[in-house]
T-cell receptor, first 108, second 114 residues
Framework: KNEVEQSPQNLTAQEGEFITINCSYS?????LHWLQQHPGGGIVSLFM???GKKKHGRLIATINIQEKHSSLHITASHPRDSAVYIC??????????FGKGTKLSVKP | KAGVTQTPRYLIKTRGQQVTLSCSPI?????VSWYQQTPGQGLQFLFE???????NKGNFPGRFSGRQFSNSRSEMNVSTLELGDSALYLC?????????????FGPGTRLTVL
């Protein structure tokens, strides 16, 4: 079993839909990161959080430390949101452990 | 502020050769981490350097090595290349420990081993 599990693996949505991507982890963590990777490889850090909730524009990230679970929500999705979303947690050995990613495709 | 830069962007090598990749972090960032990304394994941590010292190392063979210079620029080296080393190699810089600080990623170096 992977230490960081994401669901779903693939997600197709219509423009305007509300999207949720989930991340569950089995290790103790210091912080959880949400990353976005566009075709071509570039990765952008969206959020880093260790408790509660953060919001940036149409993106919202939440984390429940007791349940070892985080969600990334996208409101009013747009085709430009199409990307791979990756969850990563800070491991005890001092490194980031990554989920396999969720490939999101938003159709116009 | 200039972002993280990586050189070269693309590289083709043959089995048995060695390769050196370079990463220049954002000015003021002292931590540089390296990652390998493949379709099968996803993103995997290689190593992290902070103030010229390797702070952590991932589960990769000794053929993978790295170093960091006094200006925080970092290089990673892969010796005796194997076909399975074909991947996108990403570096990321941060102000401090990569676990607790926002990471800024470079565009990556795509290595193909023939």
């Amino acid at each position: 079993k992977n230490e960081v599990e994401q669901s779903p693996q693939n997600l197709t949505a219509q423009e305007g839909e509300f999207i949720t991507i989930n991340c569950s982890y089995s290790v103790g963590i210091s912080a959880l990161h949400w990353l976005q990777q566009h075709p071509g490889g570039g990765i952008v850090s969206l959020f880093m959080l260790s408790s509660g909730k953060k919001k940036h524009g149409r993106l919202i990230a939440t984390i429940n430390i007791q349940e070892k679970h985080s969600s990334l929500h996208i409101t009013a999705s747009h085709p430009r949101d199409s990307a791979v979303y990756i969850c990563a947690v800070g491991g005890s050995q001092g490194n980031l452990i990554f989920g396999k990613g969720t490939k999101l495709s938003v159709k116009p | 502020k200039a972002g993280v830069t990586q050189t070269p962007r693309y590289l083709i090598k043959t089995r048995g050769q060695q390769v050196t990749l370079s990463c220049s972090p954002i000015s003021g960032h002292r931590s540089v981490s390296w990652y390998q990304q493949t379709p099968g394994q996803g993103l995997q941590f290689l190593f992290e350097y902070f103030s010229e010292t390797q702070r952590n190392k991932g589960n990769f063979p000794g053929r993978f090595s790295g170093r960091q210079f006094s200006n925080s620029r970092s290089e990673m080296n892969v010796s005796t290349l194997e076909l399975g080393d074909s991947a996108l190699y990403l570096c990321a810089s941060s102000l401090g420990d990569s676990r607790y600080n926002e990471q800024f990623f470079g565009p990556g170096t795509r290595l193909t081993v023939l």
